[in-house]
Structure formats: structure tokens, C-alpha cells
């Protein structure tokens, strides 16, 4: 879809701003709203009166409220943030901020509300400018980019100065403009939304699809007429008949790695590669972050690991432990990773294809401790299907060539979702600062959603 631009500009007096509709007025926020309204308006409720409450993860990156948490006024009426139905609020801290989280409060229990002390609270003057159009300000690019570099403070407790807010230049059109450009840009977000959803929902069944195709392949092989046995193993049911099942300790040596000591300058910062749990992500290992000496190495218990085998997180909560890699350089690897060195009965792609298959069974496997982390005992226990080598070969082939089809379609729609984000980024944008007349397109009837770009 094409925009037309407005008939007149002039020049904004704004370098980031430029030209911008003839009768638009540059205004500040804090001409258009009141920053941070004061909690005296709910002062003369009873105490025990219960509002909504909303920590930061109640607040979307689209603007979303989760409002099933309530607290009573005595709880809240200090230490937290007060807002009103109508107020639109901005997450003030990194990384928060950068992503978007805010929202216009609306269906606050009792009308009104209080939450983390990391938000800015915008009411809209009524005269001025609507709750609606203050939001699509507030997330437009140019809005959160001069915001992110007004941010002080250090790492990761960066914010923004709410004088940064107050001070925000912008031309506003006439209110009834901005109801029509706020109506616009909830039509063509949804659109793009919508579409931004169905490519989601295509990479949850392509991985779907992918983590099913790799278990059937490891577990029952590629013939499907193929006489079955019980393999002894719960998760793994049956088994081709004429397969083995063993322990992964008769069929590879595991060796767990260690840390040379940090306070030993000599031990670090030398050429051999060093590897932690972090660098484990099923993808193939080329290179590492840190490196160790050759003092380093003798001086401790590091050991180093081949090409071609496979290294496995031992600890780590999240999606960490339990993941394997196959090494593709020499390197040295820390105590919370096992390097597993197959004899001749088993292919290392096979066992890498095979771990991704048991990859939920083999991570909760693990000691009880607070991190359930596995060990080298443990990882010995593991019981796989022991196809022949040559349908091991195959399968492997077989893998290689569907999963990066299925990789590839993947990507595709990857790119597809980075494209229309970008597109609604850009529209966004170009409305609030009047890069496009939208006028004429406010009120037209639903159109038909813009194919994917």
C-alpha cells in the first residue's frame, strides 16, 4: 500500500523532526499531559479498597495488560506508581524501555491502580491530545531511539529521565486527526499482527515437525515395514528388531573438563581454545570466546577434546543442560561440560541426532539438586539404539537433507517476520510525525490484509 504525504509542510525547527504538516503545532509532552499524576486522587478511599496492581511483567511489549492482580490501597499507596484509566504509561528501565513495554490503562479494577516504580505515568490533557495517540507516540521509533540515548545510570539499571518525557518535542495534529490517525494504525498494526502471527505459528509446527522427523528417524529407523522390539526403555517404546540398545558408557568414553585457576594470569589468554556451557547450542563449534595457555593446560586438569566429538551441557538451568554440540576444533572445555568420544559402533552424528530426539528425557535426568545437573555417571546410564553403521549412515543423510529444508523454510519465515515488523515500525512512525496523510484512510472499511513483503 502506497501513502500519499500531506499537501503543505514547513520546517519543524527539529533536526531529527524535519518539515511536517503545515498546521500541525510543535508542542511538548508536558504541554499535551501531566507526568506522574499525584495518588492524593484515591486518598479519600477507604484503605482497604482494592485496586489493580501491576508489576512490569503485567505490562506487554504490545501493550497488553494482564489485570488479574489486585492489592488494597493500604498495601500500595506507597513505594509503588499510581495511574488512572485513561493514563498511558512508558517502562522507564533497560531493557524495557527498548522494547516497547507500556500500555493506555484501561479496565483497572475501581478505575484506577498502582505498580512498579519503573514506569512514567502521561495523562493525556483532554484539550490537547487522546490517551490512544499519546501510545502510538510513545512507541514510535524516533520516540524510543532519543529515548535510549538519554538513558543514565550503568549496565543493566539504565533509565529514562522522565524529563526526557516531559521535554519530548513533536508536531500534534487537531484531536480529530489524531483520532483518525490512532484508528489507522490500530487497523493496519492488527493487520500486520495478524500476520506476524501466522509466520510464528509456521516456525512452532516447522519445529514441531523437525523434532518429531529427527525422533522417528533415531528411534525407528527408515523402513517402515521393518519388524519391532520393545527396547526396554519407557520413552523410547519399540525399536527395529534387529537394533541394539546399550549404555552410551559401552559405547563412549565421557570425560568431564575443569577451570584453570583465575587468578593465574599465566594460564589465560594463550591460543588454545577454551569452551563453556554457554558455547553449546546443537549448531557445530568452530571457535570460543576464551582461551587458555599451554601452562594453563598442564597445570591443571583441563583436557582437550577432538574434532568430532560431541561436547554436552552438564549444568544450567533454561534450555542449557542436557544440549550437545560436535566439535569441529581442538579445545579445551570447563567442568560443567562432558566431551563424549564414540568407539566404532556409533557415529557421532547419530549420537548428535539422537541426543537432540532425547533431549527433554536425558535434561530432567539429572541429580537432585536446585539445577538437576547431570554427570558423567549419569550421562554413562543414557541407553540408545544401536542401528547398524550403515543405517546409521543413512539416517544421518536422511537428517542432513530434511532438517535444513526445514531450516530453510524456517528462515524464510524469519525473514518475513523481521520484514513486517520493520513495516509496522516504519508506519508508525511516519504517521506520528506526518510523513504520510492517512486522513482519507481512517475511516475506509477493513481492507484485506497486505501480502507478506
Request: charged share 25%; net charge negative; proline share 6%.
Amino acid at each position: 500500500m502506497s501513502f500519499r504525504r500531506y499537501p503543505a509542510y514547513k520546517d519543524s525547527g527539529v533536526e531529527w523532526l524535519g518539515e511536517v504538516p503545515g498546521h500541525w503545532e510543535l508542542l511538548r509532552v508536558r504541554q499535551v499531559a501531566t507526568l506522574n499524576p499525584s495518588k492524593s486522587e484515591v486518598a479519600a478511599l477507604p484503605p482497604e479498597t482494592e485496586l489493580s496492581f501491576l508489576p512490569m511483567e503485567a505490562i506487554g511489549e504490545d501493550g497488553r495488560l494482564d489485570l488479574q492482580r489486585t492489592r488494597p490501597i493500604l498495601e500500595v499507596s506507597s513505594g509503588y506508581t499510581y495511574f488512572r484509566d485513561g493514563d498511558v504509561t512508558i517502562a522507564k528501565i533497560t531493557p524495557c524501555f527498548e522494547n516497547g513495554k507500556g500500555a493506555v490503562m484501561c479496565g483497572l479494577v475501581g478505575g484506577a491502580g498502582f505498580g512498579t516504580t519503573e514506569l512514567i505515568v502521561a495523562r493525556p490533557k483532554p484539550d490537547e491530545t487522546t490517551s490512544e495517540y499519546l501510545h502510538w507516540v510513545f512507541v514510535s521509533q524516533p520516540f524510543r531511539k532519543l529515548g535510549e540515548a538519554s538513558m543514565y545510570g550503568a549496565g543493566g539499571q539504565k533509565r529514562v529521565p522522565d524529563d526526557f518525557v516531559r521535554d519530548f518535542r513533536l508536531a500534534f495534529p487537531p484531536l480529530r486527526e489524531q483520532c483518525a490517525i490512532s484508528a489507522f494504525l490500530d487497523r493496519e498494526t492488527a493487520k500486520i499482527d495478524a500476520l506476524v502471527a501466522e509466520q510464528q505459528n509456521l516456525i512452532a509446527l516447522l519445529k514441531e515437525k523437525r523434532q518429531a522427523l529427527i525422533s522417528h528417524a533415531v528411534t525407528k529407523g527408515l523402513d517402515p515395514g521393518v519388524p519391532m522390539k520393545d527396547s526396554g526403555v519407557a520413552w523410547l517404546g519399540e525399536v527395529p528388531a534387529h537394533w541394539g540398545v546399550s549404555a552410551l558408557g559401552y559405547l563412549a568414553t565421557i570425560e568431564t573438563g575443569a577451570t584453570p585457576d583465575r587468578a593465574e594470569p599465566r594460564y589465560w589468554n594463550g591460543s588454545i581454545p577454551w569452551l563453556k556451557t554457554g558455547e553449546i547450542n546443537w549448531a557445530p563449534i568452530r571457535e570460543a570466546e576464551e582461551f587458555i595457555t599451554e601452562e594453563g593446560v598442564a597445570n591443571t586438569a583441563v583436557r582437550v577434546a577432538k574434532p568430532g566429538m560431541l561436547l554436552m551441557a552438564m549444568y544450567g538451568q533454561g534450555a542449557t543442560r542436557g544440549r550437545v554440540a560436535r566439535l569441529e576444533i581442538e579445545a579445551t572445555y570447563n567442568q560443567a561440560c562432558a566431551a563424549i568420544l564414540f568407539g566404532d559402533r556409533l557415529l557421532p552424528e547419530f549420537g548428535r541426532y539422537f541426543f537432540m530426539a532425547a533431549y527433554e528425557h536425558v535434561r530432567d535426568g539429572g541429580n537432585e539438586t536446585s539445577q538437576m545437573n547431570l554427570s558423567a555417571g549419569l550421562i554413562a546410564k543414557i541407553r540408545l539404539p544401536v542401528p547398524r553403521i550403515d543405517e546409521q549412515v543413512a539416517v544421518v543423510l536422511f537428517l542432513d537433507l530434511e532438517i535444513a529444508n526445514l531450516d530453510g523454510l524456517t528462515s524464510e519465515a524469519e525473514r518475513a517476520i523481521a520484514l513486517l515488523q520493520e513495516r509496522r515500525t516504519a508506519l508508525i512512525s511516519a504517521a506520528v510525525t506526518g510523513k504520510i496523510d492517512v486522513r482519507h484512510l481512517a475511516a475506509a472499511s477493513a481492507e484485506p490484509a497486505p501480502e507478506p513483503v
